[in-house]
T-cell receptor
Framework: DAGVIQSPRHEVTEMGQEVTLRCKPI?????LFWYRQTMMRGLELLIY????????DSGMPEDRFSAKMPNASFSTLKIQPSEPRDSAVYFC???????????FGPGTRLTVT | GEDVEQSLFLSVREGDSSVINCTYT??????LYWYKQEPGAGLQLLTY?????DMKQDQRLTVLLNKKDKHLSLRIADTQTGDSAIYFC????????????FGIGTKLQVIP
C-alpha cells in the first residue's frame, strides 16, 4: 500500500492567494483527519471525517479554512485568502477502524509570504 | 476535554535506555499510542496499548500503562542515534468516533 498521499509536498504562495491541499487516504480506511503543526502550537486537529461526513470542525481556525471529502479516496483543505500566520506543516491522517491508530501522510509545508 | 502532557526534552547516551513519560486526564481512555516523528516527516505509529493491558513489549520498545495514575511510558532499550526524534503520546477516549488527543511531543536526543 502506498500509504497516505498528500500533495503538494511544498507550497509557497503570497498572502491573499487561495491554497488547496490534497489528501488521498489509505484504501479501506473510514476516518480522515487534517492536522496543522507549528513550533508554537504543536499538532492541532483541524477537522475530521468519518465515512466522508465531517464530524468535528471545531479546530478550524476561522472561516478562511474549509475542508471537503467528496468520496472515500479524496479530501481537500482549502485556505482562502491565505495569510502569513497560516504558514505551517499540514498533515492528513487516516484510520482503519476500531483501534483508532492513525496513519499520517508526509505533510505539506505551506509558506505564505 | 482530554489533556495529554509530556516533557519537552530528553537526552540519553547511545546504548542506554530511554524512558519517555506521558500523563493524561480522562480515565475513560481506551487506546493509548506512541508515535515517532523524524525531521521533515509525518508521524509514524510505533505501538499502541489497549486500556485493559498493563504492559506491551515489541522488540526494543516497552510500553507501561498505570491506569490508576493515568500514566503511560515508553521505554526504548539500547537507544541508538537513529532513535533521535520527537515522540508523541496520544490517547483515544471511549465512544464516539476516532478522535485522538496528542501530547506536545518529547524530543529525544541520543548522544553518541
Amino acid at each position: 500500500d502506498a500509504g497516505v498521499i498528500q500533495s503538494p509536498r511544498h507550497e509557497v504562495t503570497e498572502m491573499g492567494q487561495e491554497v488547496t491541499l490534497r489528501c488521498k487516504p489509505i484504501s479501506g480506511h473510514n476516518s480522515l483527519f487534517w492536522y496543522r503543526q507549528t513550533m508554537m502550537r504543536g499538532l492541532e486537529l483541524l477537522i475530521y471525517f468519518n465515512n466522508n461526513v465531517p464530524i468535528d470542525d471545531s479546530g478550524m481556525p476561522e472561516d478562511r479554512f474549509s475542508a471537503k471529502m467528496p468520496n472515500a479516496s479524496f479530501s481537500t483543505l482549502k485556505i482562502q485568502p491565505s495569510e502569513p500566520r497560516d504558514s505551517a506543516v499540514y498533515f492528513c491522517a487516516s484510520t482503519p477502524g476500531a483501534s483508532g491508530e492513525q496513519y499520517f501522510g508526509p505533510g505539506t509545508r505551506l509558506t505564505v509570504t | 476535554g482530554e489533556d495529554v502532557e509530556q516533557s519537552l526534552f530528553l537526552s540519553v547516551r547511545e546504548g542506554d535506555s530511554s524512558v519517555i513519560n506521558c500523563t493524561y486526564t480522562d480515565s475513560s481512555s481506551t487506546y493509548l499510542y506512541w508515535y515517532k516523528q523524524e525531521p521533515g516527516a509525518g508521524l509514524q505509529l510505533l505501538t499502541y496499548i489497549f486500556s485493559n493491558m498493563d504492559m506491551k513489549q515489541d522488540q526494543r520498545l516497552t510500553v507501561l500503562l498505570n491506569k490508576k495514575d493515568k500514566h503511560l511510558s515508553l521505554r526504548i532499550a539500547d537507544t541508538q542515534t537513529g532513535d533521535s526524534a520527537i515522540y508523541f503520546c496520544a490517547v483515544r477516549l471511549s465512544g464516539g468516533y476516532q478522535k485522538v488527543t496528542f501530547g506536545i511531543g518529547t524530543k529525544l536526543q541520543v548522544i553518541p
